[in-house]
C-alpha cells in the first residue's frame, strides 16, 4: 500500500520528477541502500518558482537543478548529533567563569521541540566549531565517515544558522573567519578523494555536496546585515 501511494504521489509531481526520482532509486540500489533511502534537499528543483503561483509539476529543465545528498543511515545518525550542536545545545561552553554557561536555559526545548536561542548559543557553536571539524576529519577515520561526519556538521550550521547571525566572534581575523576557514581546507582536502573512496556516489550526493558548499559560501558572504566583513571559503580542490 505505501508503495502505491508513493507511485501516486510521484504521478502528481509528473513524469520529470519520476524519471528523476526513478533514477535516484537505482542509484540507491547500486550503492547497497534501500531504494527508497532518503535524501537530504540541498536545492529545489523549482526555486526560480519562490514567488510564483504556479503550481504545476516541474518541468524537465527544473529537474536539472536539483540537488540532494542520499541519506545512509550513518549519514541519518550524524546529523541528529550535528544539528544539536548547530543549536548550541553541545558541546556546553563556559562563557561566564561561573564553570556553566549561564545563559544555557534560555536554549531548553520545550514541549513543541521549539528553542530559544541567543547569543550565547551562537558563541557556542562559533568556538566549538574547529573541535568538530577535527573531530569529523579524525585521520583514524576511514574516508567515507570523515565525508558522512563533515557533511552533516556543514549541513547542519548551514540549516540552523542562527549562530552565524547571532555571535561575538564575527570580525575580522576572529573565531568565525578561521573557523570557517578551517571548514573550507577540510573539504578541499577530503574532496580531492575519489566517490568510491568516500563512499558516495556521483549521480547525486557529489553534486550535492558541492551544492551545499556553495550556499554555504553565498551565507558567509551575503551580508544582509551590512557587516562588511569577507570571509574566505576556497573549498574546492
Given at each position: ?35 527508497a ?6 536545492r ?28 545512509t ?16 545545545q ?15 536555559d ?88 575519489t ?43
Amino acid at each position: 500500500d505505501d508503495e502505491e501511494e508513493e507511485e501516486d504521489d510521484d504521478e502528481d509531481m509528473g513524469p520529470h520528477y519520476k524519471e528523476w526520482d526513478d533514477k535516484r532509486r537505482e542509484v540507491c540500489a547500486r550503492m547497497g541502500m534501500p531504494r527508497a533511502c532518503p535524501y537530504i534537499s540541498v536545492r529545489g528543483c523549482a526555486e526560480d518558482r519562490s514567488d510564483s503561483e504556479d503550481e504545476s509539476p516541474p518541468t524537465a529543465a527544473e529537474m536539472t537543478k536539483a540537488r540532494v545528498i542520499l541519506a545512509t543511515e550513518a549519514r541519518m545518525k550524524a546529523s541528529e548529533r550535528a544539528m544539536k550542536f548547530a543549536q548550541g545545545q553541545h558541546p556546553r561552553v563556559d562563557i561566564s567563569g561561573l564553570g556553566e554557561d549561564s545563559d544555557s536555559d534560555a536554549m531548553d526545548d520545550d514541549d513543541d521541540g521549539f528553542f530559544f536561542f541567543n547569543t550565547a548559543n551562537g558563541n557556542a557553536v562559533v568556538m566549538g566549531l574547529e573541535a568538530q571539524i577535527d573531530k569529523a576529519t579524525d585521520a583514524k577515520k576511514p574516508k567515507s565517515e570523515q565525508f558522512d561526519e563533515l557533511s552533516m556538521l556543514t549541513h547542519a550550521i548551514h540549516y540552523n544558522n542562527m549562530w552565524f547571525n547571532d555571535n561575538e566572534f564575527w570580525e575580522e581575523g576572529d573565531l568565525v573567519e578561521s573557523s570557517c576557514k578551517k571548514l573550507a581546507a577540510a573539504w578541499k582536502k577530503l574532496l580531492a578523494h575519489t566517490d568510491e573512496e568516500l563512499g558516495i556516489d556521483p549521480e547525486f550526493t557529489r553534486p550535492g555536496i558541492e551544492a551545499l558548499l556553495e550556499n554555504f559560501d553565498e551565507m558567509l558572504n551575503d551580508d544582509p546585515r551590512g557587516l562588511g566583513v569577507e570571509y574566505p571559503f576556497q573549498w574546492r580542490p
